[in-house]
């Protein structure tokens, strides 16, 4: 079956009610940048490493798709029968902005993108959902949309910018843990597991060996001290001991 139809050869394209409009029209901008936010949207799904995350970043594509449909139609209303934006995603969105920003510390200055793959492909999503906000206020200037778009997609750039805060957050714990691990293995002259190390944040954690959980939880419990880790002689129950002390 052949996807070309050349009607759009001369620089026009089809609405859903039929008109046709320049590809250059605001209304084709708009819908055309959501098309492409949520092509950014299929990179993050792949990058993320959480089910959680997977299953709310499909969801958000599945709005674009609903989004996208309601902006290429000249209808002020969605279609009846048609899915459409309403509260109950700007809600989503709100509850997972709260959730995600309580799980990383607070900043007060700007920050670079991207400790991680992840967290970067958030980033540029987020900027696409910029993009296609500054879109829609362009267009609301010449036609009526609903209010609520404009909410849903101001709400979406900050809802990506919360997920990329709490991948690269994550990343920088699992790599301080891995340190901390590989760092206590080599004090205490035990050979490294083979394969890489994992943190209590990622789901491989209840298979790891048992010594690599055992030096979590004691780098976890060290206090702050010197910068490298050093031996410090203990005795429990008449035999020394060795503990490693870490600055975390």
């Known amino acids: ?75 002020e209303q969605p279609s009846p029968g048609k899915r459409y934006i309403s509260s109950e995603e700007i809600a989503l969105l709100e509850q997972t902005i709260d959730r995600e920003m309580a799980r990383v510390p607070a900043l007060h200055q700007f920050v670079l993108p991207g400790r991680c793959e992840a967290a970067s492909r958030l980033h540029l999503a987020r900027t696409v959902a910029r993009r296609a906000e500054r879109r829609l206020v362009e267009l609301a200037a010449e036609v009526t949309i609903r209010q609520i778009l404009l909410r849903y997609l101001n709400r979406l750039s900050d809802c990506l910018y919360a997920l990329a805060r709490s991948e690269d957050h994550a990343a920088h714990q699992r790599r301080l843990v891995t340190e901390i691990a590989a760092r206590y293995l080599a004090a205490s002259g035990s050979p490294a597991p083979a394969g890489r190390l994992s943190s209590p944040l990622g789901p491989r954690w209840s298979t790891e060996p048992l010594r690599v959980r055992r030096a979590l939880r004691a780098a976890n419990q060290a206090p702050r001290g010197e910068q490298s880790p050093r031996r410090e002689q203990e005795t429990h129950s008449g035999q020394p001991s060795a503990r490693i002390r870490l600055d975390r």
């Not at 139809?5 to 590809?23: E, H, I, M, N, P």
């Not at 949207?41 to 958000?60: D, F, G, N, Y």
């Open 1 to 75: 079956m052949a996807i070309y139809t050349r009607t759009g050869d001369a620089g026009s394209t089809s609405l859903f009610t039929g008109q046709r409009v320049s590809k250059t029209h605001p209304r084709v901008e708009a819908y055309g940048t959501l098309d492409e936010l949520n092509a950014m949207l299929s990179l993050c799904v792949c990058a993320v490493a959480e089910e959680e995350q997977r299953t709310l970043l499909e969801a958000l594509q599945q709005h674009i798709f609903w989004f996208s449909a309601e902006l290429a139609s000249d209808s």
